[in-house]
């Protein structure tokens, strides 16, 4: 493992489950591990990291100049700011389709984020969505406001609504092609639809149940992974999954026996595993 990769790895051990790192590499390239946060998505969490050690453990980044740390603390305020001005469009979107009796709950982003010591620390992207079936009415809530709503897409709908780019999803999955697909679908819509689920902070905005955030998790960074690789923050969703949520029992395992997910489960696992050891 080269030195960089080693330091990136203790520095969100210690940001996301408080292990301080058993050794650090004694030369670190400052900036080439600051460009490596940027494109891997986890410059939040490896700052905080890095502040964690300093302050706690007296630890001294050697050769980490003024000008490469005050970089690296502004790209990690302004992840945590963009998660912040994004998070609160869509509280807002939720209530406005909870006075039209529609329930929001959240797809991959805010859920995952919510298996985070800080949730703010997550790289925020799209808002993704499932409204119980409200799909139509709330696509019809936003035209009504004077939002323009894409329906081309057969899975969802998109719109942007003030700071965020939202998926309103009419199915979790692709359901064309193998019976088994439909099946799956059927399942993940069940998990949504009956399972208990947490509302994030104050707002109408819906954590589904763990089962679903572990499977969905699954099914979304493996169609990721087969097309373009994947960063790791993925890798730190699935960490933070595996360390927070219950919901790995036989019948979790099963439904990715059915559906072509566990050996795939396994792999990241057994990536996490190594960068923590």
């Known amino acids: 493992m080269d030195k960089t990769k080693e330091a990136l790895y203790g520095l969100i051990r210690m940001a996301l489950i408080g292990e301080v790192p058993m050794a650090f590499p004694e030369s670190v390239d400052w900036n080439e591990l600051l460009e490596y946060t940027r494109m891997q998505g986890v410059a939040a969490i490896a ?155 104050d707002s109408y905005l819906e954590k589904p149940c763990d089962r679903f955030n572990a499977l969905y998790f699954l099914q979304h960074c493996h169609r990721h992974f087969l097309r373009e690789g994947i960063t790791l923050r993925y890798i730190c969703d699935w960490a933070m999954i595996l360390k927070s949520a219950d919901c790995f029992d036989s019948e979790f395992w099963n439904e990715c026996d059915k559906n072509d997910l566990k050996p795939f489960a396994e792999s990241m696992t057994r990536r996490i595993c190594s960068m923590w050891s």
């Open 47 to 201: 700052m905080d990291g890095l502040q964690t050690l300093m302050k706690n453990e007296g630890f001294v980044p050697v050769g980490l100049d003024v000008k490469t740390k005050l970089q690296w603390y502004a790209l990690a305020m302004s992840i945590e700011k963009r998660h912040t001005k994004q998070l609160e469009s869509s509280k807002e979107l939720a209530y406005i389709w909870h006075k039209a009796g529609i329930r929001t709950l959240v797809l991959k982003g805010f859920a995952f984020a919510q298996y985070y010591p800080k949730s703010l620390q997550r790289l925020a992207s799209d808002m993704d969505c499932y409204l119980c079936g409200g799909y139509e009415v709330g696509n019809s809530a936003m035209e009504r406001l004077g939002i323009t709503v894409n329906r081309e897409d057969y899975r969802h709908a998109t719109f942007q609504y003030k700071d965020v780019f939202v998926e309103n999803h009419k199915i979790c999955t692709t359901v064309r092609g193998k019976r088994q697909r439909k099946c799956f679908e059927a399942y993940l819509r069940s998990l949504l639809e009956n399972e208990p689920t947490v509302c994030i902070d």
